[in-house]
């Protein structure tokens, strides 16, 4: 299985970019989606996920509003929209793929399948 994520870069408060995620060798359409984050210095935390059928979207509190998780079934493909990015946004961007909620769908535990990061910065 690979997830690869692609779209980070710098950006200036207030922009945007639109993060990519490929998916390979699993049944896309069988998995539900997500995205996580880790900040310099610190801890991996969750960002926004979805269901695998795209009917049901979940957010951190701190992205809610500004971020959107979406996702293509047939092109294998989870993307995530930031808006209104902030220097606090400013963190490894890593996709990964969960068959079943074991605890939360903001739990680590949670998921199958992780991929490679993509950085995101932000200036102030």
């Known amino acids: 299985v690979q997830l690869q994520a692609s779209g980070g870069g710098l950006v200036q408060a207030g922009g945007s970019l639109r993060l990519s995620c490929a998916a390979s060798?699993?049944?896309?359409?069988?998995?539900?989606m997500g995205w996580f984050r880790q900040a310099p210095g610190k801890g991996r935390e969750f960002a926004a996920a979805i269901d695998r059928s795209a009917g049901t979207t979940w957010y951190a509190g701190s992205v809610k509003g500004r971020f959107t998780i979406s996702r293509d079934n047939a092109k294998n493909t989870v993307y995530l929209q930031m808006n209104s990015l902030k220097p606090e946004d400013t963190a490894v961007y890593s996709c990964?793929?969960?068959?079943?909620?074991?605890?939360?769908?903001?739990?680590?535990?949670?998921?199958?399948?992780w991929g490679q990061g993509t950085l995101v910065t932000v200036s102030s």
């Open positions: 990964t793929a969960y068959s079943r909620v074991r605890t939360s769908i903001a739990a680590e535990s949670s998921y199958d399948y």
């Open positions: 060798g699993l049944t896309f359409g069988s998995y539900g």
